[in-house]
């Protein structure tokens, strides 16, 4: 089945309900189907159909997920972009996705002369919101074109999907996936979250990421998207309120700012269901404090865009049980156990043998969501898929119970004096304290050590806290092997697009000069 069936499906069932709503303006789901419809005939019109490739730059708006849906309509392959990127890296992903058509909102007009000079592929660009001197304007794009359904055939295991990678720790890839990467991630939400009627979703995390895979299920669940195209904690914690949100996904990251936000606790969360987090591991304390203020309604996935979404899940009855039943609280820092898209998930050790219970090694998923390859990357493709395994490039382990725990990053290692360090268990401390709001830990140049640990922290406005305080709490936590023998205060860490810590430029101020040995 594909991504369209399912739309289409809803659109029987929910005509006059609205599809979307917010930035971008209001859509029942008959007006989102036409609009896809007539957008799906202007691309044919244009010569755009099977295997030509189409990419947005714009914020979080119902016109930008609905152009998109039209050109999956008309079986063209999707590229993602992140608004937010820069300019340099924004080029780089459509020359080698070679982009064809890019659909644009208007604020993002000022990028579209240099994406013509540079991006040879592309042929035609069109402005979603209002008429701009850079590009046609889509209402009369799309205006000579019927409102009827184009009879494209779509084949499940044609190209539909090419997506950019995180790029956390270097240049993003581009990961290359057929239909039904799409349409098993659906089912794959639809068998971890149950609604008793349909889901109102506050799409504020970038729909070109995990954020736009949350959007396209609450289509298929015959929901409503409340799109925000600012990422303002203010208008979060409103809307959550105001429209009476059921679905919510943030990165830990926004997560953790809300926790501290002082609105926060003044809001009405009675209508949300599911709070989902995923991107990054959340901290486990951080889960009772997030319990505590949202009801039980936090559950965590794990996936990527190589292997899909959601390869495992942990519900909100999962945690609930590990807060109340003290045998069970080490699975809070569980991301839950596979779902039932994934065929198989192990832990592997370095020769690709499955691990038992409890024993550390990469985390390996087989299935229908897992990508294809990587774009013109054969070396990369056959190192991420050897022994017939898509390999994550995530540390982590399982319990006799079948959770499975995310312990670091393959590539965040530290190996400081021969003993391996992971960062992320020094994170999770970090952010226990009252007084630190995010942090990241990476390895630095050291003459004695090879590595040393260094923390850098973003701490509360106006806190009073010293790296000498911070050294001594890891201290009694964790050891003096696992301690950072460095500590910085930065005012706020880089993300990227997709709300992760970009440890690979935080490492760039240290390895200045000096001859890589990490990441």
């Given amino acids: 089945m594909h991504i369209i069936q399912m739309f289409d499906r809803s659109v029987r069932n929910h005509p006059s309900k609205l599809a979307f709503t917010g930035d971008g303006g209001d859509f029942t789901y008959r007006d989102a189907q036409v609009l896809t419809n007539k957008t799906a005939r202007a691309c044919l019109r244009e010569g755009f159909g ?41 080029v780089d992903i459509l020359k080698r996705d070679e982009v064809n058509l890019l659909f644009y909102h208007s604020m993002a007009g000022h990028m579209i002369p240099l994406l013509r000079q540079h991006v040879n592929s592309l042929k035609e660009v069109v402005c979603i919101d209002q008429p701009d001197k850079n590009g046609v304007f889509l209402d009369e794009w799309i205006e000579p074109e019927s409102d009827s359904i184009p009879d494209i055939p779509i084949k499940t295991d044609d190209i539909g999907l090419q997506a950019s990678t995180g790029g956390t720790t270097g240049r993003p890839k581009i990961a290359v996936a057929n239909h039904s990467w799409t349409s098993w991630s659906m089912m794959g939400f639809a068998s971890c979250l149950h609604f008793n009627k349909p889901p109102v979703y506050l799409s504020v995390a970038p729909i070109t990421h995990a954020g736009g895979v949350i959007t396209l299920f609450t289509l298929t669940q015959g929901g409503t998207n409340v799109m925000m195209a600012q990422l303002d904690l203010d208008s979060i914690l409103n809307a959550i309120q105001e429209q009476r949100i059921s679905l919510m996904f943030l990165p830990p990251t926004l997560t953790y700012m809300i926790l501290k936000h002082p609105m926060a606790k003044k809001i009405d969360y009675s209508s949300l269901e599911y709070f989902i987090s995923t991107s990054a591991p959340i901290a486990p304390e951080k889960i009772a404090e997030v319990m505590d203020l949202f009801g039980p309604v936090f559950g965590q996935m794990y996936g990527q865009s190589e292997s899909g979404v959601p390869n495992t899940y942990m519900s909100p009855q999962d945690y609930m049980e590990a807060l109340q039943d003290e045998s069970k609280r080490h699975r809070l820092a569980s991301c839950g156990k596979q779902t039932q898209i994934v065929e198989a998930m192990e832990i592997l050790d370095e020769d690709d043998h499955p691990l038992g219970p409890g024993v550390r090694g990469e985390i390996a998923v087989k299935g229908p969501t897992v990508m294809l390859h990587y774009l013109k990357d054969p070396e990369a493709t056959a190192e991420i898929q050897s022994g017939g395994w898509h390999h994550t490039g995530d540390i982590g382990y399982r319990d006799e119970d079948g959770f499975f725990y995310i312990v670091d990053r393959k590539r965040d290692m530290i190996v400081s004096g021969g003993f391996n360090i992971y960062p992320f268990e020094i994170e999770q401390v970090l952010l ?73 430029v935080v490492r760039e101020k240290y390895w200045e000069d000096k001859e890589r040995r990490v990441g």
């Fill in 432 to 504: 226990e304290h009252p007084k630190v709001v995010d942090c990241c830990v990476i390895g630095v140049p050291d003459e004695k050590w090879g590595e040393a640990v260094k923390a850098v922290v973003v701490k509360v406005p106006q806190a009073e806290i010293t790296d000498d305080d911070l050294m001594q709490y890891i201290r009694g936590k964790l050891g003096g092997m696992k301690t950072p023998k460095y500590i910085d205060f930065w005012e706020q860490l880089p993300l990227s697009p997709a709300g992760k810590v970009l440890k690979r």
């Fill in 50 to 90: 099977r295997d030509a490739r189409v990419s947005l730059i714009s914020p979080n708006n119902g016109k930008s997920q609905l152009v998109v849906l039209g050109a999956m309509r008309a079986n063209m392959v999707w590229c993602n972009i992140n608004l937010r990127d820069t300019p340099e890296n924004i």
